[in-house]
C-alpha cells in the first residue's frame, strides 16, 4: 500500500524559505518519477514540480517556481524533497507529494497517489 507522509510546512515572511520532505512507503521509491502539487483556497490543484527516476533524476518546474524551488530525492532513505526559498505570499498552498499510480509515468492530477498535505503560509 502506497504511503506518502509530508512534512516540513509552516509559516514564513515574505522572502523566507521552507523545506518539504515526504516520506514514502509501499512501492519501489527509486523507479518512480514523483512530483509535488499544490493548491490555495479557491483554486485547482497545480504541479509545481516533478522528478525522474534515479539518484539524480531529471527535473522540471512550473514557471512561477522556477529558480526559486528545487526538487530533489533522497533514495536510500525514500523521502522526497521540496526546498523553497523566496516565497512569496503567491506561494501560500497546501502542498501534496504526488506518486504515480501507473510506474513509467509521472503524477498527474488525474492519476496520482496523495499524501494529506502540509501547509504553507507566507506572509507579507
Known amino acids: 500500500q502506497v504511503q506518502l507522509v509530508e512534512s516540513g510546512g509552516g509559516s514564513v515572511q515574505t522572502g523566507g524559505s521552507l523545506k518539504l520532505s515526504c516520506a514514502t512507503s509501499?512501492?519501489?521509491?527509486?523507479?518512480?518519477?514523483m512530483s509535488w502539487f499544490r493548491q490555495s483556497p479557491g483554486k485547482e490543484r497545480e504541479r509545481v514540480a516533478t522528478?525522474?527516476?534515479?539518484?539524480?533524476?531529471?527535473?522540471n518546474y512550473a514557471d512561477f517556481v522556477k529558480g526559486r524551488f528545487t526538487i530533489s530525492r533522497d533514495n536510500a532513505n525514500n523521502i522526497l524533497i521540496l526546498q523553497m526559498n523566496s516565497l512569496t505570499p503567491e506561494d501560500t498552498a497546501v502542498y501534496y507529494c504526488a506518486a504515480p499510480q501507473v510506474r513509467g509515468s509521472c503524477p498527474t492530477l488525474q492519476s496520482a497517489y496523495w499524501g494529506q498535505g502540509t501547509q504553507v503560509t507566507v506572509s507579507s
Open positions: 522528478i525522474g527516476t534515479g539518484s539524480s533524476g531529471a527535473t
Open positions: 509501499g512501492y519501489v521509491f527509486s523507479a518512480y518519477c
